[in-house]
């Protein structure tokens, strides 16, 4: 009877090792090989920054390779879907932006993923304000008013690029036109940077661009800034004041980042990497960088995240309804 039960106290000792859930093995095993971090745009752009800054941090924490890839197109589909369609083992990332995880569904007839039931929410990472800026060779308006009645009186001159369908910059565009009641043509581009360089050399007079990406030139005189799509002034731009504030009440739009995995992946392993980019802002210098992009490090719970990308969903899915743009 005692061996019976001595034996069977053993058995029991064992079984939870014996059921341990894969996640929890999987996870434990995390890392086991090198990392892939997908930015959806091309290089040079504030989203591709992003990732690389948070590149050595991420690899000195994991001690493993970080691997930036930028695979750009379709306003950000092409790399985001990459993303939703991997293994989800927590070895590919998405730096995930507003434009493909919650523009898009609706800018779009369809998309090869869906940004709510494809990804598990890892952690956001910025909040940017954007800004309306022109080409002062081209655009001689100096505030919003002055700048609204050139447009509306010679329309034909008035163009806005973007970083490609989709992005904030793209819906914020639209959004001034429909607010303002101009009708200036949009002329996407593969990624924020190759618009500002057309911006800056005069082939196109209008951007409603991310402040952290086109605040060197500004800081130059390259381009003029007009006023701020966000609610409250950039800290980075303290001098130039809003677009509701100027005339246009209620204007609020800002575009946003962060990190995503596909759905799937086992949640030990998405607590991990969020617990990697919480310890990497914390980093003062780290910081220091980022805000000279022009957002705060956000950081956070993958809860957060996941409740920004819902809510985004259908705000912004309204907004893109109520102005009639479509990318198709």
């Known amino acids: 009877m005692l061996k019976k039960t ?7 000792a064992t079984l939870p090792a014996a059921i341990l859930p894969a ?8 890392p086991s090989k090198p990392i892939r971090f997908i930015v959806p745009y091309p290089p040079g752009g504030p989203t591709d920054l ?20 930028n695979k750009a197109g379709a306003g950000g589909n092409i790399g985001s879907d990459q993303v939703a369609k991997s293994e989800p083992d927590g070895h590919t990332l998405l730096l995930a932006a507003s434009g493909p ?23 956001q990472i910025s909040a940017f304000p954007m800004v309306l800026e022109v080409n002062p060779n081209v655009v001689k308006a100096t505030d919003l008013k002055s700048f609204i ?15 490609g369908s989709g992005t904030p910059q793209h819906l914020a565009g639209e959004m001034f036109n429909r607010a303002a009641g101009t009708t200036m043509q949009h002329v996407p581009y593969k990624g924020a940077g190759p618009a500002l360089n057309d ?11 991310i402040v952290g990406s086109s605040l060197q030139y500004i800081k130059a005189g390259r381009l003029r800034p007009i006023a701020v799509t966000t609610a409250q002034r950039s800290a980075a731009l303290p001098d130039v004041p809003t677009l509701a504030e100027s005339g246009l009440p209620g204007f609020d739009m800002s575009g946003w980042h962060g990190i995503a ?15 990697v980019v919480n310890t990497a802002f914390a980093d003062p210098e ?38 009639g743009a479509t990318a198709d």
Request: proline share 7%; hydrophobic share 50%.
């Open 6 to 12: 001595l034996l069977a106290l053993a058995c029991a």
């Open 23 to 30: 996640s929890a093995i999987a996870a434990d095993a995390y």
């Open 50 to 69: 992003m990732a690389r800054l948070l590149q050595v941090s991420m690899q000195k924490q994991l001690g493993v390779s970080v691997v930036v890839e």
């Open 101 to 123: 995880m919650a523009v898009n569904p609706t800018l779009y007839k369809a998309l090869p993923f869906n940004p709510v039931k494809d990804f598990a929410p890892v952690v």
């Open 149 to 163: 009645a050139a447009a509306k009186a010679k329309p034909e001159l008035f163009s806005f690029a973007s970083a």
């Open 199 to 209: 911006l800056v050399g005069g082939q196109v007079p209008v951007m409603l661009d």
């Open 261 to 275: 995995v596909a759905a799937g992946t086992p949640r030990p392993i998405v607590d991990r990497l969020n617990q």
């Open 286 to 323: 780290l910081r220091a960088r980022w805000e000279a992009l022009g957002t705060p490090a956000v950081g956070g719970t993958p809860e957060q995240f996941e409740k920004l990308i819902k809510s985004e969903n259908v705000r912004l899915g309204a907004v893109v309804k109520a102005s």
